[in-house]
T-cell receptor
């Protein structure tokens, strides 16, 4: 069974630009969540989607948004990038009805 | 006081040692406890999942939960260089939703051959 797939793995963006990250969950998993990981703050929850609906949202500004498609694939978007957005962005999936989550390898974003 | 506290390390041990990794928490409502292992430049990998108090063993790994002390531990027996990674604890009060998970910041472990 394939794991959680995230693309792209590495990207460099300029301050002010926007970025879209993609996540394909484990087959059969309907819940997808996104996390930001930095050395200083650790893993911070961004948002969770279940059956195309945002179910939970973390404490991040509105520049961070996401969506989920009918096939459970998800995207997150960050607009007007700031230097502080440089981080590892992790997607995780679960079957739904469970808080046991499985992470992808992450997308490394560097903002210059 | 932070909800979940975890000593960041780094923790360095010789191969074959018993490793003890710990997290403390403040929310007495937490009842689901997890340990994740994260290798450098990789995503976290679920190692252990425990509900409520008690011990759970899986090979060389033992997870222990003491709800009265609000303290969880992960023990690694006969540690190997391949165990070198960052270990994250995670916990939540409710099942069913990923948004309720609170993570520790991780302890970096290095096992020297």
């Amino acid at each position: 069974k394939a794991g959680v797939t995230q693309t792209p793995r590495y990207l460099i963006k300029t301050r002010g630009q926007q970025v879209t990250l993609s996540c394909s969950p484990i087959s059969g998993h309907r819940s997808v969540s996104w996390y930001q990981q930095t050395p200083g703050q650790g893993l911070q929850f961004l948002f969770e989607y279940f059956s195309e609906t945002q179910r939970n949202k973390g404490n991040f500004p509105g520049r961070f948004s996401g969506r989920q498609f009918s096939n459970s694939r998800s995207e997150m978007n960050v607009s007007t990038l700031e230097l502080g957005d440089s981080a590892l962005y992790l997607c995780a999936s679960s079957p739904g009805g469970s808080n046991t989550i499985y992470f992808g390898e992450g997308s490394w974003l560097t903002v210059v | 006081q932070k909800e979940v506290e975890q000593d960041p390390g780094p923790l360095s041990v010789p191969e074959g040692a018993i490793v003890s990794l710990n997290c403390t928490y403040s929310n007495s409502a937490f009842q689901y406890f997890m340990w994740y292992r994260q290798y450098s430049r990789k995503g976290p990998e679920l190692l252990m999942y425990t509900y409520s108090s008690g011990n759970k063993e899986d090979g060389r790994f033992t997870a222990q939960v003491d709800k009265s002390s609000k303290y969880i531990s992960l023990f690694i027996r006969d540690s190997q260089p391949s165990d070198s990674a960052t270990y994250l604890c995670a916990m939540s009060a409710e099942g069913g939703s990923q948004g309720n998970l609170i993570f520790g910041k991780g302890t970096k472990l290095s096992v020297k051959p």
